[in-house]
């Protein structure tokens, strides 16, 4: 608004200033035809004065001169100008020129007449137009001091009504800590920019406190599974030292102590590795494995481990090359997964077997392990891939419920998947697909 003022301003003064110069002129020549005109032109005759014209312009003047500065006519006796030499520089550089002087504008032109040529100066103050123009100054002062007083009370209103949302999100994230994750933020009408921003907040908030449900479940199952041993071993402890016992009976005890020492091991081993699962980067996968290496040592890892499990590997007879069979990854990672796939097997299945194939699919390498088990039922089958879920058949199996969930891990950090179908009482198919090197 002030730019725009300032500019209408200035042009206006220089339209004005034009239009009087314009106008100026035309009274100073035919003031100067009129002397000119009216006087016979003597060299000698150095100063006329008087206003014998009507008077058309406020406090005119007007002056006639030769080059040689002698004054021919002037309306005003007194008159002082200022620059005179320059005026008559420029008039005999047939250049017309105007300055201000005081509330004057002052006119320097020149004007022939027959042979002769003259310097005529003409002056007059310009009332009319410096009261239009101090109008025109008090009108665009006003219009930009109303503007800038509405400007910024509407600023300060429409300011306040846009910020109120997301002082409104900022206020309710304050309140949400890890203990309520349950809060959610408003999300006003949900299409505009700060709608969507709470939508995507509170899905991440959602996200959060599933995260935090599951850490917490967590934590419980696994201190309620360590705690079993560990109140079993000091059960048979405070027993055993009741009275004196003979040399077998503290065999005995010692042998089903070290057992609950062994599962005690064997999960917190578990524990162990899926805490390193979840925090491990899988692009840190980068060794070459070969999937029938591992299945192999699984084998033989299992035959000493449990002499009554029995593995029958077949691999694919479309298989050429054992760079097909190649993938990214981490041996032990892949090796955990592989034991605990077939150690179930073997374990839910009246003849502890299990059946393995591999090949190669698409740039994947596929898994399959069979087994004639107690198989998994549908409702089941959904939730086994949660830590510590156990199925309903395994009641009467020994296990943490970790196994599956520590398998879908690991395989999920090899960018493959896990598939399981099963049908209660006939047995149990796990195919594992990893993407092949090859
Ligand atoms: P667990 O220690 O109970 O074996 P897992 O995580 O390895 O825990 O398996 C989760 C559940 O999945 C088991 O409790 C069992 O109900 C079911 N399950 C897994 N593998 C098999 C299988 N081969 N046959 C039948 N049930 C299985």
């Given at each position: 608004?002030?730019?725009?003022?300032?500019?209408?301003?200035?042009?206006?003064?220089?339209?004005?200033?034009?239009?009087?110069?314009?106008?100026?002129?035309?009274?100073?020549?035919?003031?100067?035809?009129?002397?000119?005109?009216?006087?016979?032109?003597?060299?000698?005759?150095?100063?006329?004065?008087?206003?014998?014209?009507?008077?058309?312009?406020?406090?005119?003047?007007?002056?006639?001169?030769?080059?040689?500065?002698?004054?021919?006519?002037?309306?005003?006796?007194?008159?002082?100008?200022?620059?005179?030499?320059?005026?008559?520089?420029?008039?005999?550089?047939?250049?017309?020129?105007?300055?201000?002087?005081?509330?004057?504008?002052?006119?320097?032109?020149?004007?022939?007449?027959?042979?002769?040529?003259?310097?005529?100066?003409?002056?007059?103050?310009?009332?009319?137009?410096?009261?239009?123009?101090?109008?025109?100054?008090?009108?665009?002062?006003?219009?930009?001091?109303?503007?800038?007083?509405?400007?910024?009370?509407?600023?300060?209103?429409?300011?306040?009504?846009?910020?109120?949302?997301?002082?409104?999100?900022?206020?309710?994230?304050?309140?949400?800590?890890?203990?309520?994750?349950?809060?959610?933020?408003?999300?006003?009408?949900?299409?505009?920019?700060?709608?969507?921003?709470?939508?995507?907040?509170?899905?991440?908030?959602?996200?959060?406190?599933?995260?935090?449900?599951?850490?917490?479940?967590?934590?419980?199952?696994?201190?309620?599974?360590?705690?079993?041993?560990?109140?079993?071993?000091?059960?048979?402890?405070?027993?055993?030292?009741?009275?004196?016992?003979?040399?077998?009976?503290?065999?005995?005890?010692?042998?089903?102590?070290?057992?609950?020492?062994?599962?005690?091991?064997?999960?917190?081993?578990?524990?162990?590795?899926?805490?390193?699962?979840?925090?491990?980067?899988?692009?840190?996968?980068?060794?070459?494995?070969?999937?029938?290496?591992?299945?192999?040592?699984?084998?033989?890892?299992?035959?000493?481990?449990?002499?009554?499990?029995?593995?029958?590997?077949?691999?694919?007879?479309?298989?050429?090359?054992?760079?097909?069979?190649?993938?990214?990854?981490?041996?032990?990672?892949?090796?955990?997964?592989?034991?605990?796939?077939?150690?179930?097997?073997?374990?839910?299945?009246?003849?502890?077997?299990?059946?393995?194939?591999?090949?190669?699919?698409?740039?994947?390498?596929?898994?399959?392990?069979?087994?004639?088990?107690?198989?998994?039922?549908?409702?089941?089958?959904?939730?086994?891939?949660?830590?510590?879920?156990?199925?309903d058949n395994s009641i009467a199996y020994p296990g943490t419920g970790i196994?599956?969930?520590?398998?879908?891990?690991?395989?999920?950090?090899?960018?493959?998947?896990?598939?399981?179908?099963?049908?209660?009482?006939?047995?149990?198919?796990?195919?594992?697909?990893?993407?092949?090197?090859?």
């Amino acid at each position: 608004m002030l730019i725009a003022s300032i500019a209408i301003y200035y042009f206006s003064v220089n339209f004005r200033r034009h239009d009087f110069i314009g106008l100026l002129r035309s009274r100073a020549v035919s003031v100067a035809k009129f002397a000119l005109d009216s006087y016979e032109y003597n060299a000698n005759l150095i100063l006329r004065s008087g206003t014998g014209y009507p008077t058309r312009l406020p406090d005119e003047k007007y002056m006639i001169l030769n080059f040689n500065k002698d004054t021919l006519y002037t309306s005003d006796r007194f008159w002082e100008l200022k620059d005179l030499n320059t005026i008559i520089r420029f008039v005999k550089d047939d250049k017309e020129v105007s300055y201000r002087q005081d509330d004057y504008y002052v006119l320097g032109t020149s004007h022939t007449t027959g042979v002769y040529k003259f310097v005529i100066i003409g002056a007059a103050i310009d009332k009319e137009g410096l009261l239009h123009l101090k109008k025109l100054r008090n009108i665009l002062l006003i219009v930009c001091l109303i503007s800038l007083i509405s400007f910024s009370i509407a600023g300060w209103l429409y300011s306040g009504r846009a910020l109120k949302p997301i002082s409104n999100v900022v206020r309710k994230v304050e309140d949400i800590s890890i203990t309520s994750l349950n809060l959610r933020v408003p999300e006003g009408n949900g299409t505009d920019e700060i709608g969507r921003l709470a939508k995507t907040f509170n899905k991440m908030l959602e996200r959060l406190e599933t995260s935090f449900g599951m850490q917490k479940n967590f934590i419980a199952n696994a201190s309620h599974e360590l705690r079993t041993p560990l109140t079993s071993i000091n059960g048979q402890i405070e027993v055993l030292m009741m009275k004196e016992r003979s040399v077998d009976e503290y065999k005995s005890a010692l042998g089903s102590l070290l057992e609950d020492i062994k599962s005690l091991i064997d999960l917190s081993n578990r524990l162990i590795l899926m805490a390193r699962t979840s925090a491990e980067d899988p692009l840190s996968y980068i060794s070459k494995i070969r999937i029938d290496d591992i299945i192999w040592q699984v084998q033989e890892d299992m035959k000493r481990i449990n002499p009554l499990y029995h593995i029958i590997i077949t691999p694919d007879s479309s298989l050429t090359d054992s760079e097909q069979i190649i993938v990214a990854g981490d041996e032990y990672m892949l090796k955990t997964a592989v034991t605990n796939i077939v150690e179930n097997a073997c374990k839910y299945s009246s003849d502890h077997s299990v059946n393995i194939k591999f090949s190669h699919v698409d740039k994947l390498v596929k898994v399959v392990f069979e087994d004639r088990g107690i198989g998994i039922s549908e409702e089941d089958i959904k939730k086994i891939f949660e830590p510590f879920y156990r199925g309903d058949n395994s009641i009467a199996y020994p296990g943490t419920g970790i196994g599956l969930s520590l398998v879908n891990q690991i395989i999920k950090n090899h960018n493959g998947t896990i598939n399981i179908s099963s049908k209660i009482g006939r047995g149990t198919i796990i195919t594992l697909l990893l993407p092949a090197i090859a």
